[in-house]
């Protein structure tokens, strides 16, 4: 099965949602051959490259928002740092740290339902800067209507993220101050202002693989550049702080099924990595990925550059 499915990618051919379900029966050694068939999709859509991003945590904390697996939700008793949008000598640091590490991408993270016109306006003018840097300026604001996208994208943004998290129907599991339609306004803003779109979601938060085959093809239908693959990391103080780890096998099944439903897409895996993967975090390749969020996150701790370039480099993989 999982042979031919491979072949019909590789021939230019899309699978069906019950062809991509039938992946997620694979169990034992067969994993294994369902992680090299990811790898030479891998291979034949998107080369040997790999695309770095770097993110910097720009205003944290005491969001009014409901997100059950966030730190900085309203309904979070975690402990996270609390500071408003930080200013653009900090951010510039921070880019800076990344460029010399080689480093590609840059994305300014803001907690939140959206920034507010003065913060925009802040987070404008250091897009300018990043772009002048020679970064590749992204941003991660909330939900953003198409008038302000255009001021970043006029400022020189190149990408903006913004994740469906999960499926439709899964979702107000997750949260209930805002809605999926939300989501895909802000997304179909984000495409109509010509930017380049960063969607994807986070696992390991309760959902089903209907859930995870359902987000995958909706992805496909919104058609992102990039899809940023979290894990759940649980946090005390959250509504999931009690949800198990994902097994690492499992993780790099997901990644391996989409990279079978999304084959030329960027898949980047993100937050989560070390404390999901960990001593398979050398498997990300393999199992199909060809993007990685290096550095660290917005709350915890994330994966060294040296330590990514050094895995990228043991690959034969070159910094793309």
């Not at 200013?87 to 460029?99: R, S, T, Y």
């Not at 306004?185 to 979601?201: F, Q, R, V």
């Not at 975090?281 to 550095?295: H, I």
Request: charge should be negative; aromatic fraction near 6%.
């Amino acid at each position: 099965m999982i042979a031919g499915l491979r072949d019909k990618v590789l021939d230019g051919k899309r699978l069906s949602r019950d062809e991509a379900f039938s992946l997620t029966s694979v169990r034992g050694a067969e994993l294994f051959e369902l992680f090299s068939a990811a790898s030479r999709i891998r291979e034949e859509f998107r080369g040997n490259g790999v695309d770095l991003c770097s993110i910097v945590n720009a205003k944290s904390g005491e969001c009014p928002e409901d997100c059950s697996y966030c730190s900085q939700s309203a309904i979070s008793k975690a402990d996270v740092p609390v500071y408003p949008l930080v200013k653009e000598d900090v951010v510039m640091e921070k880019v800076m740290e990344a460029k010399d590490a080689g480093v590609k991408r840059f994305c300014i993270v803001t907690s939140g339902r959206k920034v507010n016109r003065e913060e925009l306006r802040e987070i404008a003018s250091m897009v300018g800067k990043i772009r002048e840097a020679g970064l590749l300026p992204c941003a991660t604001l909330g939900l953003l209507d198409k008038e302000e996208l255009l001021l970043l994208q006029d400022s020189g943004l190149e990408r903006y993220h913004h994740n469906l998290e999960t499926s439709e129907r899964f979702f107000t599991e997750v949260c209930r101050t805002h809605t999926y339609k939300d989501k895909l306004n802000t997304i179909n803003a984000a495409k109509s202002s010509g930017l380049s779109l960063c969607s994807g979601g986070i696992f390991g938060i309760g959902e089903e693989w209907q859930d995870r085959i359902e987000m995958a093809f909706a992805l496909k239908e919104i058609n992102p550049d990039s899809i940023p693959i979290n894990f759940l990391i649980a946090i005390q103080g959250t509504p999931l702080e009690d949800m198990d780890l994902l097994d690492p096998l499992e993780a790099l099944k997901i990644v391996s099924i989409y990279r079978f439903i999304l084959p030329d897409k960027e898949i980047r895996i993100c937050g989560g990595r070390r404390q999901v993967l960990r001593e398979f975090n050398s498997m990300v390749f393999m199992s199909g990925a060809d993007s990685l969020l290096t550095g660290n996150y917005l709350t915890t701790m994330g994966v060294t550059f040296e330590d990514d370039l050094r895995l990228i480099r043991d690959y034969g993989l070159e910094v793309g």
